[in-house]
Nanobody, 126 residues
């Protein structure tokens, strides 16, 4: 089992920045891919960014490419998401997720991730 706890986020004005942190505990050695997802009210959960540990590769949704940066520390215990040039459409609950599957560079839907954090809210005001 892997436990994930997100922190960071909060309220920010459009054009501003914030960052998220996901701290993993438990059987973290089994995880090969970690990701950030988000879900806005009334919308489906969508993948934001993904970090593949084996190749240290990163993948981003088109909507955040060039604005968000995902990174992971070497011990594989912490995942980060730096968010810049935020827009109101970035408002959502952001979730950290982890899996032992490695399908990089192919896309990985949320059902491929068995481990999830509780989420942290990001609200961007115009």
């Amino acid at each position: 089992q892997v436990q994930l706890v997100e922190s960071g986020g909060g309220s920010v004005q459009a054009g501003g920045s914030t960052s998220l942190t996901c701290t993993a505990s438990g059987h973290t050695s089994s995880t090969t891919t970690m990701a950030w997802f988000r879900q806005a009210p009334g919308k489906e959960r969508e993948g934001v960014a993904r970090f593949c540990t084996g190749s240290s590769s990163t993948y981003y949704a088109d909507s955040v490419k060039g604005r968000f940066t995902i990174s992971q520390d070497n011990a594989k215990k912490t995942l980060y998401l730096e968010m810049n040039s935020l827009q109101p459409e970035d408002t959502a609950m952001y979730y950290c997720a982890a899996t032992s599957l490695d399908r990089c560079p192919f896309s990985m839907p949320d059902r491929a991730f068995p481990y999830w954090g509780q989420g942290t809210q990001v609200t961007v005001s115009s």
